[in-house]
Every structure is written in C-alpha cells, then in structure tokens.
C-alpha cells in the first residue's frame, strides 16, 4: 500500500465552484503536511502546509488534516479557471528531511 | 522568495549519451533533492544530499549519480542515458532543521533520450 494515496482525476468544475481535494495516508509517524499546485510543465510550488489537526486558512483554500482518520484535504472556495492545475498532497517528519508524496490530482476548473 | 534554478528547461540527449543536469538554490539550504516525474507514477526520489559532499540514495537510483561540490549547487549525472531516462527531472531544496520539511522546486528539466 502506498503511503499517500491521491485519486488521479481529471477533477472538472464550473468557476466559483467549491473544491474538495483529498488525500488518504497510511503511516502515522508522519507529522506534517502539504498541498503543492503544479501548472502544466512547471515545477511544483508551495501552497499550504500545516502539523497538526484542523483547519488552517489561507486566502481561498483551506487545508484540513484529520489525524484520526489520516485524511488530508484542500478546499478551494471561488474556483477560479487559474486554479487548473494538478494538486499533489505530501507529508512530512519522518526525521530524514524527505516527502511522501501522492500522484496528484489535476484540477479543471472552466469558465 | 527561495529560488531554485535548473540549467535547461527541455533537453534532448541520444543514448549513450553522458548526461549532466545541474541546480542551484540561493537560499543556503543544506538538503537538495532530485526527482523525476512521469505520468502515473508521479514523484520519484532519485537521490538526495543534506550537506556538501554528501549523498543519500533515494527510492530509484539505478542509472544515476550526483554530485555536490558547492553547498548551492546538486548535480544529477546519466552516466549512458537510456530511452527509459525519458522524463521530467525537478530539483528541490530545503533547511536540515525544519519545522516542516518544506520543500522548494526548480521549474523542471524536460528530457528526451532518442
């Protein structure tokens, strides 16, 4: 079993919609996570991270952790055609300076 | 804002061939990575390296090398490149001591082996 499991999509909304990108992951010595947004043919940029449980806002998206049910999500409000793009979740803190990270889902978001 | 850079943006290579990609951050971090990314796998660590001189192997290391002479620069080495060398290769940096181990990435090196 992966540790990170994204689905793949292509996830396709309307702007202004709100999105729902999750992220299930398997080990729990794992204390941080991420949510990079990567444009087509570019590399990954920093979105959100965060360590602990809840929610922690930032602009229109939000990142949720779940340690209980080792869930990770990122919403979007306000979807946004610049919002397409794939997501990829990773985690963090196993002690090695490294990143678990997912596939990635990609996001379509049209006008 | 941390900046991370890569030598080339598309790169086509017949195999064989000797291969170099280089990155360099500006932000004195100690970790530097190189990935490579392909459709459905995602993600890929190759190799790693948490000061100069230093390396660490990553989940796919087979066919490559590195090199970290200058703490701001990694070098990712083919040494005969392979049609399965094909990919999307991204640098990427970050602090020995973080609280989160964020990482930061170069804009990716598209390379092709014919």
């Known amino acids: 079993q992966k540790e990170v499991e994204q689905d793949p999509g292509p996830l396709s909304v309307p702007e202004g919609a709100i999105v729902s990108l999750n992220c299930t992951y398997s080990n729990s010595a794992f204390q941080y996570f991420m949510w990079y947004r990567q444009y087509s043919r570019k590399g990954p940029e920093l979105l959100m991270y965060t360590y602990s449980s809840g929610n922690k806002e930032d602009g229109r998206f939000t990142a949720q952790v779940d340690k209980s049910s080792k869930y990770i999500s990122l919403f979007i409000r306000d979807s946004q055609p610049s919002d397409s793009a794939t997501y990829l979740c990773a985690k963090g803190g196993s002690g090695y300076s490294t990143l678990t990270f997912g596939k990635g889902t990609m996001l379509l978001v049209s006008p | 804002d941390v900046k991370v850079t890569q030598s080339s943006r598309y790169l086509v290579k017949r195999t064989g061939e000797k291969v170099f990609l280089e990155c360099v951050q500006d932000?004195?971090?100690?970790?530097m990575f190189w990935y490579r990314q392909d459709p459905g796998l995602g993600l890929r660590l190759i190799y790693f390296?948490?000061?100069?001189?230093?390396?660490e192997k990553g989940d796919i290391p087979e066919g490559y090398s590195v090199s970290r002479e200058k703490k701001e620069r990694f070098s990712l080495i083919l040494e005969s490149a392979s049609t399965n060398q094909t990919s999307m290769y991204l640098c990427?940096?970050?602090?020995?001591?973080?609280?989160?181990?964020?990482?930061?990435f170069g804009p990716g090196t598209r390379l092709t082996v014919l």
């Open positions: 990427a940096s970050s602090f020995l001591v973080a609280y989160t181990d964020t990482q930061y």
């Open positions: 932000m004195d971090h100690e970790n």
């Open positions: 390296s948490y000061d100069v001189k230093m390396k």
